[in-house]
T-cell receptor, first 117, second 111 residues
Framework: GAVVSQHPSRVICKSGTSVKIECRSL??????MFWYRQFPKQSLMLMAT?????????EQGVEKDKFLINHASLTLSTLTVTSAHPEDSSFYIC?????????????FGEGSRLTVL | GIQVEQSPPDLILQEGANSTLRCNFS?????LQWFHQNPWGQLINLFY???GTKQNGRLSATTVATERYSLLYISSSQTTDSGVYFC?????????????FGKGTLLTVNP
């Protein structure tokens, strides 16, 4: 299947700092990428839809100024958690769909575990 | 949006047993996927199955789209099958591939 890669896999930061997470589609072009958040022992909740060359679409309740998304190329989307606080600690995971009408199957990255001290 | 419900929430098996996990969804779908989340959190794609039946080794899945449910079968379970199994569905129509996840089934396979 298609490969989606995330970096970093684990990050620890101090409260008030910003953290950037990268999501790359390695063997296909992705016009659309999705960012999910998962709290311990819970399901995945969609945060935002990232569209190449245009603004991201955020789900209700997700602060767009807190979670900045940039999808500057067909293979890269970034999520920046700005002024992170302990309540932002979570597992963030991205996914991508293959460009064009083809299969609707989504592929997921390895995830990034953020811990804010 | 579409609602996705999974059952059972928890399942404990002895190695070698068979199991069936169920996923109900509230609307017509054009994408239905099953995932296994490993202990490190990565989602492993098991099946992309908006309709019909597929098999991959000891795993198989069936989606009956007209009745809005999907089943994941695990045969001859092994301890390595332990983990959380998620079903995710996307409502038919549109092109942004937004998937909604169920709450998952936590499977524990004991030796």
């Amino acid at each position: 299947g298609a490969v989606v890669s995330q970096h970093p896999s684990r990050v620890i930061c101090k409260s008030g700092t910003s953290v950037k997470i990268e999501c790359r589609s390695l063997d296909f072009q992705a016009t659309t990428m999705f960012w999910y958040r998962q709290f311990p022992k819970q399901s995945l909740m969609l945060m935002a839809t990232s569209n190449e060359g245009s603004k991201a679409t955020y789900e209700q309740g997700v602060e767009k100024d807190k979670f900045l998304i940039n999808h500057a190329s067909l293979t890269l989307s970034t999520l920046t958690v700005t002024s992170a606080h302990p309540e932002d600690s979570s597992f963030y995971i991205c996914s991508a769909s293959i460009r064009g009408p083809g299969t609707g199957e989504l592929f997921f990255g390895e995830g990034s575990r953020l811990t804010v001290l | 949006g579409i609602q996705v419900e999974q059952s059972p929430p928890d399942l404990i098996l002895q190695e070698g047993a068979n199991s069936t996990l169920r996923c109900n969804f509230s609307d017509s779908v054009n994408n239905l996927q099953w995932f296994h989340q490993n202990p490190w959190g990565q989602l492993i794609n098991l099946f992309y199955i908006p309709s019909g039946t597929k098999q991959n080794g000891r795993l198989s899945a069936t989606t009956v789209a007209t009745e809005r449910y999907s089943l994941l079968y695990i045969s001859s379970s092994q301890t390595t099958d332990s983990g959380v199994y998620f079903c995710a569905a996307r409502k038919g129509g549109g092109s942004n591939y937004k998937l909604t996840f169920g709450k998952g089934t936590l499977l524990t396979v004991n030796p």
